[in-house]
């Protein structure tokens, strides 16, 4: 497999249920959102994470998030972006590997587990995390990626929440994480996925943001495709356009999970994202899916 978050897709909303949903809850986001009428334009991007390397169907596409294994043809347009997941450890990982070579092996970087994904949350504040982490950055740099895809970030940041004194300084240690590789390597773009709550501050070393469930997602518990609730994006989408301030040349791109069979539903979310100045792409779960290329406005 090239990607560690692949999992079978569950059942579909059933196409009465879908359409109720359509009309509460991708209408377009209500113009007090700070910068909502901002729309820059934005690149093509996909995610896809399939047992196949697809180069042609990937070259349609000005950004490409991609494992780190995966062969990279030469030439062409297309910015490949090395897969990292910063936050956690999943079991068979070249970092999980690395990690077991170590004194303590994974469990000494662990806050917990994942029952979902199966993987070990990662606390960022410890040293041979984050030069394993580091020395990941520069195998990638070396094989020619030009860029990296930093991955859940929300889940250090979400075991801080929940122990406020067992997770003081897991805020810094993202922050100097991401710092050092901007200041390692200024040329290599970084893109994260979702990190909300430091984006802001983290933007000026950004080249993007992944919105991953903007307007629909794949329900881990219910295991189906679900709506996102407008009032979710309303209260995300500020901390956005804050970043965006810092850093106007911020890439917003906006990744749904959806069933293929309800392409008005596709439709809709896209336009919604476009309307706000995100690129747009949707795919199933597994992210083996890729589609044509959708552009911001």
């Known amino acids: 497999m090239w990607g560690a978050r692949v999992v ?4 579909s909303l059933s196409g009465l249920f879908l359409l109720m949903l359509l009309l ?6 209500p113009p007090s959102v700070p910068g909502a009428g901002v729309r820059p334009p934005a690149p093509t991007f996909a995610v896809y994470y399939g047992e196949r390397p697809r180069p042609m169907a990937l070259a349609r596409f000005d950004w490409a998030i991609v494992p780190d294994d995966v062969p990279l043809p030469s030439g062409g347009k297309t910015v490949y972006f090395a897969y990292l997941s910063v936050g ?3 079991a068979g990982s070249a970092v999980a590997r690395a990690l077991t070579a170590l004194p303590g092996g994974v469990e000494s970087v662990s806050l917990g587990r994942n029952a979902f994904w199966r993987s070990t ?6 040293e041979a995390l984050r030069q394993v982490l580091l020395a990941r950055v520069v195998r990638d740099a070396k094989r020619g990626f030009g860029g990296l895809f930093l991955d859940t970030l929300d889940s250090p940041l ?6 406020p004194r067992r997770g003081r300084g897991i805020r810094r240690a993202l922050l100097s994480l991401i ?13 994260v996925n979702r990190g909300f709550e430091i984006l802001p501050e983290i933007a000026p070393d950004l ?8 307007c629909s997602r794949y329900d881990e518990k219910t295991r189906r495709y679900v709506v996102v609730p407008e009032a979710e994006r309303a209260r995300i989408l500020p901390a956005i356009m804050r970043a965006r301030r810092r850093n106007p040349s911020l890439a917003l791109l906006a990744l749904d999970y959806d069933d293929p069979a309800h392409p008005v539903f596709r439709r809709r979310c896209r336009a919604l994202a476009h309307s ?3 690129a747009h792409f949707d795919s199933d779960v597994a992210l083996d899916r890729i589609g044509r290329p959708e552009g911001g406005r």
């Open 276 to 278: 706000l100045g995100f």
């Open 8 to 11: 079978r897709r569950g059942g």
């Open 121 to 126: 949350v990662a606390d960022v504040r410890k």
């Open 24 to 29: 509460g809850s991708c209408r377009t986001i």
């Open 158 to 163: 979400a075991y801080r929440e929940a122990h």
């Open 207 to 214: 080249a993007g943001v992944l919105y991953e469930d903007f």
């Open 179 to 191: 710092g050092i590789v901007h200041a390692s390597y200024p040329g290599l773009r970084i893109v």
């Open 88 to 90: 956690e450890v999943d």
